[in-house]
């Protein structure tokens, strides 16, 4: 039997348009985040889905309710969706933090798979949680197609999972702009999942997009241009 997993990253948010770092933080989807949510609600209307989790983080639960809307359907909200625990960097502009945590942002950028949050959660931790979460949804809607709307960083651990690589190779999982869809078969007699799409947001139009229209997403572009074009 084959479920298949319709993962969404929530909408374009304030800490997002704002850099801020926003784990915990409920903070809400901006205008052109209202639009992203219309936009992706579009994309899935004729897609067969049977039902619908999301964090419970308003960012998260505002995208869901556009696609709920369309697809006539109820959302579940969970805890266990939410994003990392960022404890102390909570709140806090992108700019300060390799400036007052240089070590803690240093594992962040390049290790990843090490990283605690101060006051906050590791990433093996969340990766736990994140995982425990879908296998739980999983089981009780065997068969079925699930939309499941959560956070960049989730979707990052959750795609180590998925491609069944380690969280060591978390740097190679890009991050996913503001409602791309990800698509995701788990056939339970091989125990194996297959992704069919990864972080795709071709319903939105380059000025609809978010971090592709942000510095700090050409400056990780450039450099991987330069690693590969030496």
């Known amino acids: 039997m084959v479920t298949r997993l319709i993962v969404v990253r929530h909408a374009e948010a304030e ?9 915990w933080t409920d903070s809400e989807i901006t205008e052109k985040g209202h639009r992203q949510a219309e936009l992706v609600a579009k994309r899935l209307k004729d897609m067969k889905i049977d039902v619908i989790y999301s964090s419970s983080l308003k960012r998260a639960v505002q995208t869901a309710s556009y696609i709920a809307r369309v697809k006539g359907l109820p959302i579940i909200t969970s805890d266990k969706l939410k994003e990392i625990n960022g404890g102390e960097w909570e709140n806090m502009p992108w700019e300060v933090l390799p400036v ?20 906050g959660e590791c990433m093996r931790e969340f990766q736990e949680r994140i995982v425990k979460e879908f296998e739980h949804i999983i089981n009780n809607n065997k068969g079925k197609n699930i939309c499941v709307v959560t956070h960049g960083t989730a979707i990052r651990t959750l795609m180590c999972h998925f491609h069944g690589c380690r969280l060591e190779d978390m740097n190679n999982i890009p991050w996913c702009d503001n409602t791309a869809v990800t698509i995701v078969d788990y056939d339970d007699e091989e125990g194996k999942f297959k992704v069919i799409v990864e972080g795709d947001n071709s319903h939105l139009s380059k000025d609809m997009k978010t971090i592709e229209n942000q510095d700090w997403w050409q400056e990780i572009m450039n450099r991987t241009d330069k690693d590969r074009n030496p």
């Open 100 to 119: 007052k945590w240089p070590e803690e942002y240093d594992s962040w950028e390049n290790k990843p798979y090490a990283h605690r949050m101060p006051g």
């Open 15 to 23: 800490g997002n348009l704002n850099r801020l770092f926003h784990g």
